[in-house]
Nanobody, 128 residues
Framework: QVQLVESGGGTVQAGTSLELSCVPS????????????MSWFRQAPGKEREFVAG????????LYADSVKGRSTISRDRVKSTVSLEMNNLKSDDTAVYYC?????????????????WGQGTQVTVSS
């Protein structure tokens, strides 16, 4: 069974930066996910879960939501199947629970249905 564990959330001031990390746990999880795209989603109170950023199986291609494009960077360690999301110039609209997800596919997608493994989420609160 693959489990994803997020870390790095917290309460930060608007305009600052934050880095989220996702580590797979469980026997052979890293190897099982090495050929899968991985992404970050987020869900704010009262809103649907939305795609934030994703990276394909070998780290060679990335995709960002317009809301974070230009101020966020997603990266992965393919061997360990860990994925990180650095977000800069944080805004109050970035406040949400952030989820790490592993895709069924090698290439990144923004569609929830393409992801079959999800973490428990980490809270990010941006105060103004």
């Amino acid at each position: 069974q693959v489990q994803l564990v997020e870390s790095g959330g917290g309460t930060v001031q608007a305009g600052t930066s934050l880095e989220l990390s996702c580590v797979p746990s469980g026997r052979a999880s890293g190897r099982l996910l090495s050929n899968n795209a991985m992404s970050w989603f987020r869900q704010a109170p009262g809103k649907e879960r939305e795609f934030v950023a994703g990276v394909n199986w070998n780290g060679g291609d990335t995709l960002y939501a317009d809301s974070v494009k230009g101020r966020s960077t997603i990266s992965r360690d393919r061997v360990k199947s860990t994925v990180s999301l650095e977000m800069n110039n944080l805004k109050s609209d970035d406040t949400a629970v952030y989820y790490c997800a592993a895709s069924r596919r090698a290439f990144v997608s923004s569609a929830n249905v393409d992801y079959n493994y999800w973490g428990q989420g980490t809270q990010v609160t941006v105060s103004s």
